[in-house]
């Protein structure tokens, strides 16, 4: 038996296909499958790979201490500062002011950025504590 197909395009082609479900009124039988001994659809080598079910949790921790540890060092640096702040501590801002903390608040310093200037910043804004120039020539001296 064979089976005209008509394509796009206006031409037609025939195909010689079996058909044998119209021929006798039953499905096409399936072909047998060769089974091996072992059950598991995964071959030998990939089921007995032990380092292949390490690989992601190790490079999940790497991704961790590569990008994610060094921010959580310096946050705790960044809260050691802060705590230790005392009026009379040279600082510099995050907006690149320099200015010594004349008070402390619960939530901000009040620095003095010029005589008689005073303004209020955020905790959370001070970049780094400044050593005076006469602090750092009596290190140098030691």
Same mark, same amino acid.
């Given at each position: 038996?064979? %089976?005209?197909? =008509?394509?796009?395009?206006?031409?037609?082609?025939? $195909?010689?296909? *079996? @058909? +044998?479900?119209?021929?006798?009124?039953?499905?096409?039988?399936?072909?047998?499958?060769?089974?091996?001994?072992?059950?598991?659809? %995964?071959?030998? =080598?990939?089921?007995?790979?032990?380092?292949?079910? $390490?690989?992601? *949790? @190790? +490079?999940?921790?790497?991704?961790?201490?590569?990008?994610?540890?060094?921010?959580?060092?310096?946050?705790?640096?960044?809260?050691? %500062?802060?705590?230790?702040?005392?009026?009379?501590?040279?600082?510099?801002?995050?907006?690149?002011? +320099?200015?010594?903390?004349?008070?402390?608040?619960?939530?901000?310093?009040?620095?003095?950025?010029?005589?008689?200037?005073?303004?209020?910043?955020?905790?959370?804004?001070?970049?780094?504590?400044?050593?005076?120039?006469?602090?750092?020539?009596?290190?140098?001296?030691?």
């Amino acid at each position: 038996m064979t %089976l005209l197909v =008509d394509l796009a395009g206006g031409s037609s082609h025939t $195909l010689a296909a *079996p @058909l +044998f479900l119209a021929q006798t009124g039953t499905p096409a039988p399936t072909p047998a499958v060769a089974t091996s001994a072992s059950t598991s659809p %995964l071959p030998a =080598d990939a089921q007995s790979s032990g380092l292949a079910n $390490l690989i992601m *949790p @190790l +490079f999940i921790v790497g991704v961790f201490l590569l990008f994610f540890a060094p921010q959580i060092k310096r946050n705790k640096d960044h809260q050691k %500062l802060i705590a230790g702040l005392q009026p009379g501590d040279e600082v510099i801002t995050s907006g690149g002011v +320099f200015g010594v903390v004349t008070q402390v608040k619960p939530d901000r310093f009040v620095v003095e950025i010029s005589k008689g200037v005073r303004i209020e910043i955020n905790r959370a804004n001070v970049e780094a504590r400044v050593s005076s120039p006469a602090k750092a020539d009596g290190d140098k001296d030691k």
